[in-house]
């Protein structure tokens, strides 16, 4: 099986997270702040993913460490979890409607981390979230799971759709590029050998 069960404790966060990338969709998410929590649902159930979270944060301040060391953890945990990606698709795109807005989101978890951000958020602020952070959480992600993520904003004007979408639509593409490829089982996607 594909799981990572991670501890990570700082003086800002106390972080455990368990993950299993070839779940059904099950999230139990605790984060501090009910609009992450929802998020990370969304992000969990369209990818297919089960996922177990609890993040204890400096939420007194606001929530920058916490949303920027769960994306850390996450990270760290889909490393874990695909080990050497022997068998991986390694690439997932996925362009996601939601109402007005369109999302474009790919992927490719290919050892390198980069973070294309083409998003313009109207609102400052959603719930008890500001909104800034969702990119400091995927700019987390990708850093620490070795991954080129691009999110594009194709069209929208209401923050909370564009964020819900970005999350759906991540969701969907990871789930693309840790998907087993049958042809090629046993095999490191690259002509490299190595990811």
Not at 28 to 44: E, K, Q, R
Not at 141 to 166: D, K, P, S, W, Y
Request: proline content about 2%.
């Amino acid at each position: 099986m594909r799981t990572a069960k991670l501890l990570r404790t700082t003086a800002e966060t106390d972080i455990t997270l368990y993950l299993n990338l070839d779940g059904s969709g099950k999230a139990d998410i605790a984060t501090g702040s009910g609009f992450l929590d929802h998020m990370l649902t969304l992000l969990t159930r369209h990818g297919d993913f089960d996922m177990k979270l609890r993040c204890q944060g400096d939420t007194c301040v606001d929530y920058h460490h916490s949303a920027e060391d769960i994306g850390i953890t996450l990270g760290r945990a889909f490393a874990e979890a695909l080990g050497e990606k022997r068998g991986i698709q390694r690439y997932g795109q996925f362009l996601l409607p939601m109402d007005e807005t369109l999302v474009l989101c790919a992927c490719d978890l290919s050892g390198r981390d980069y973070l294309g951000w083409a998003v313009e958020l109207p609102s400052m602020t959603v719930g008890d979230f500001d909104t800034e952070l969702a990119r400091e959480f995927w700019l987390g992600f990708v850093r620490n799971c070795q991954a080129t993520v691009h999110i594009r904003q194709m069209a929208g004007e209401n923050t909370h759709h564009i964020l819900e979408a970005i999350f759906k639509g991540m969701g969907r593409t990871l789930k693309m590029a840790v998907a087993m490829d049958e042809k090629h089982l046993g095999e490191i996607p690259s002509t490299k050998g190595v990811l």
